[in-house]
């Protein structure tokens, strides 16, 4: 056994060991918690979790949420496993709880809302032997955990903090939807602790009587009143089939003391008080971020992990009616916790997030929770067997959509005129709407909600309202008379701007199909022009032009938005003949004189483009669809086309290149001899990068000038190198050496280039 460290050396062996790099730092503090005691790690314990998520420090802390496989897979590897499940830190946590350690958070590091929620008394009965009240001022100043609910709050509110507006990698995360560390973890723990199988065990499974929380003594104040409730007891009426009962938890037989308590029933709640935990602190801290009032918006990877949130609990709660076990109670009660917060949250964030197709995260998380019937054991099955399935909107949901009627069809309407600005020349745009079409164009959703939403007001949802409403509840009607003053999804109202919706997707489609045209008789002239030769080196050893991956892309386009437009049409009533589906329109006169129809561009800053009330609909699409950005072609994403590890390696090369012979290459590049032309047919193009900065919530556009650049990026492509292995193959087969088939293969490139360089110079 390894000797122990004296107790006055271990917090500065610790504090050492922290600044190390991230597998050096693991692998020293496993040896190091090894050989600690209780007590010590008790000692050790708070300063580790606030290391490893950055508070009052660095924000990335151990870089959890910018920690990808592609940015480095050994020690993604290493932070899964010692964060896992079975983890030497879950079992760091659980080791702890056998001393009945209290770990102190200030309320200052919870967001706004659910601080007001504890301050105000309206918290769950779940969290009344947590508050640590001022006995002086009687004010509640922090809350008082044991070591595996302080770690959960930390792990939970990392999830917050908007790294993609102060790091790089967390920006690129943002954009690409790359899989962190951390949503691995966030899923890993959510499907160990709010399981779907009934028989599932929760990890780790070897807790002895000191797993149980113990409650605490409540000092007498105004808050809450005295009582002892801590594990949730289903009351008869909810048995009975009353799903009503709001709140988060009954009092849960809060008179009788843990001693009194069989030994089956200790043994229940042992088991059951994570899960508790895990779903208060995720749907509490989560759910009420209050997007409207923050400087900064969150993270894309953040918006998935609450997805990841609410899918688990529509899986966990599918399972109630089969589980007769201690997490019954508890599923039961698990989607009325979310229900009171989830339209707050998704308002808010749906006024705030940008208009690209980030906003897809934001779609994904409203139709997951809309759609309990797509996380069941039958849809789950479906998908391991690999067989088609689509689940069916059942009588059983009955209840579920009507308490959630306003998260259908008002977020609907608020949605629809973000859905009305989008760029659809995007074919990620088009597939937002189709996803948004596909949903609500279900006749047995439909008919659910017209029906429910005829027979009910939306009074008695019990939802909490957006920041935006309580201004207009201020000295004003009821909120009863507020929620029934709304339009209705299915009114006449809603139907003709459905139908304006509609006429804008339909001229959007409309140019899309001139945008083909155009585009293909430009390659089609383009190829004419250049002859046969030229096309065929062309496509034997470069990748597909800029043109032909747009033009790809785009003819998918009008396909896709024809499917929307039958799927609404459907659903509300329009009739088709009123929207324009031809392939050509005449053009729309009355257009600016200032601007012209290829000056039509973000990037134009004239007075005139930017006067949106000189713009119709037709001429704003138009000025729209030239919302592009202008990036290196040496800097877009790896395709699939392409060697990950070539291409960072060649990239690297090229940019010590360029900097080092930066003059040298754009003066070579700007002569008019044959140097000049041969250099231009080697090198990138000199160009302006422009791009769209959104990290503030805003829309900013950046601008660098890029000069001539070597990129030897394409030699990192699985064509190339295929062309390269096939001549290497011929000539060890024909001629006995590969070398000479690489030889040759050099040598037809360069007799290439000079052709190119004596034909256009």
């Known amino acids: 056994m390894m000797p122990a460290i004296p107790p006055e050396n271990i917090l500065n062996r610790v504090l050492l060991v922290l600044r190390y790099p991230p597998v050096e730092r693991v692998h020293e503090l496993i040896m190091l918690m090894e050989r600690c005691s209780l007590r010590e790690l008790q000692e050790i314990f708070p300063h580790i979790v606030h290391h490893m998520f950055g508070v009052n420090g ?13 940015s480095g897979i050994n020690v993604y590897k290493i932070l899964e496993q010692f964060f896992g499940m079975r983890g030497t830190w879950m079992i760091v946590c659980h080791r702890l709880l056998a001393e009945q350690a209290k770990f102190d958070i200030d309320i200052s590091l919870l967001p706004g809302k659910m601080v007001t929620m504890l301050q105000t008394g309206q918290s769950p009965l779940f969290y009344t032997d947590l508050l640590n009240i001022d006995p002086q001022t009687h004010q509640l100043v922090s809350l008082s955990l044991n070591s595996f609910d302080f770690y959960m709050v930390h792990f939970v509110l990392h999830g917050l903090q908007p790294l993609h507006s102060i790091d790089p990698v967390a920006m690129q995360i943002h954009n690409t939807r790359s899989k962190t560390v951390y949503l691995l973890l966030v899923s890993e723990y959510l499907n160990n602790f709010l399981p779907l199988f009934p028989d599932a065990r929760i990890e780790p499974s070897y807790l002895g009587a000191q797993g149980i929380k113990a409650p605490q003594p409540l000092p007498t104040q105004s808050l809450q009143p005295l009582r002892q409730p801590r594990y949730i007891k289903i009351p008869s009426s909810y048995r009975n089939g009353n799903s009503s009962g709001g709140g988060s938890g009954g009092p849960g037989g809060g008179n009788i003391s843990p001693q009194s308590m069989s030994a089956s029933v200790t043994a229940a709640r042992n088991y059951a008080w994570r899960s508790e935990s895990v779903l208060h602190f995720f749907s509490d801290i989560w759910l009420r971020f209050d997007v409207e009032t923050e400087h900064h918006l969150p993270g894309s990877d953040w918006v998935r992990a609450v997805r990841t949130l609410v899918k688990q609990i529509h899986f966990f709660a599918s399972a109630a009616q089969a589980d007769h076990g201690s997490l019954c109670s508890l ?38 929770y809309i759609q309990p019937w797509r996380y069941t054991m039958a849809t789950l099955n479906s998908r391991v067997s690999g067989h088609s399935y689509k689940p069916a909107i ?3 949901y009955d209840a579920f959509i009507m308490d959630n009627l306003i998260v259908y069809t ?7 005129p973000h859905f009305g600005r989008l760029d659809y020349t995007v074919y990620r ?32 949802y019990g939802f909490e309202s957006p920041l935006r409403q309580t201004h207009l509840l201020n000295k004003s009607p009821p909120q009863s008379a507020q929620w029934s003053s709304m339009p209705k999804l299915f009114s006449d109202i809603m139907r003709m701007e459905m139908e304006n919706f509609l006429f804008v997707i339909s001229m959007a489609r409309n140019q899309v199909l001139r945008e083909v045209s155009r585009l293909r008789m430009e390659i089609l002239e383009k190829q004419r022009l250049e002859g046969f030769l030229k096309n065929f080196l062309h496509r034997m050893w470069h990748e597909p032009s800029q043109d032909e991956t747009l033009l790809a892309d785009v003819s998918r386009v009008p396909e896709v938005l024809r499917q929307c437009i039958d799927y609404l049409c459907r659903s509300f009533h329009v009739d088709q003949a009123n929207l324009s589906m031809h392939e050509t329109l005449p053009e729309e006169c009355i257009s600016p004189p200032s601007i012209s129809a290829n000056n039509r561009s973000f990037f134009n800053t004239s007075d005139s483009l930017m006067d949106t009330s000189r713009l119709n609909p ?13 990036i290196d072609p040496a800097l877009l994403p790896i395709q699939t086309g392409e060697i990950t590890y070539l291409v960072r390696q060649l990239h690297t090369i090229s940019n010590a290149i360029n900097q080092k012979y930066k003059i040298q ?8 001899d044959f140097l000049g032309s041969l250099t231009r047919q080697l090198l990138l193009a000199p160009m302006i990068e422009q791009w769209f900065d959104k990290r503030d919530g805003n829309t900013d556009i950046w ?24 001549f290497m193959v011929m000539a060890f087969v024909f001629l006995g050496s590969a070398l000479k088939g690489l030889g040759i293969l050099v040598a037809l490139f360069i007799g290439y280039i000079l052709l190119m360089a004596l034909c256009w110079p």
């Not at 290459?665 to 008019?672: I, P, T």
């Open 331 to 368: 599923r039961k009660l698990s989607l009325i916790i979310v229900k009171g917060r989830i339209y707050a949250f998704l308002s808010g964030l749906i006024d705030r997030w940008p208009l690209d197709s980030s906003l897809l995260v934001v779609l994904e998380l409203w139709l997951s």
């Open 429 to 460: 745009n088009c597939l937002m709407l189709n996803r948004l079409a596909i949903t609500f164009g279900d006749p047995d959703l439909v008919d659910r909600l017209l029906r429910f939403e005829r027979l009910h007001s939306g009074n008695s």
């Open 618 to 630: 037709r001429q704003m699409s138009l000025n729209a669809s030239n919302l592009t950005a202008a």
């Open 58 to 70: 660095n924000p990335l802390g151990w870089g959890l949420r910018t920690t990808t496989p592609e």
């Open 703 to 726: 601008e660098r000038t890029v000069t001539a650049r070597v990129s030897l990026r394409p030699l990192a492509s699985l064509s190339v190198l295929s062309v390269v292995a096939c």
């Open 394 to 396: 059942t009588s059983a």
């Open 410 to 416: 008002h977020i609907f309407m608020q949605l629809l």
């Open 665 to 672: 290459l754009q003066s070579c590049y700007e002569r008019q």
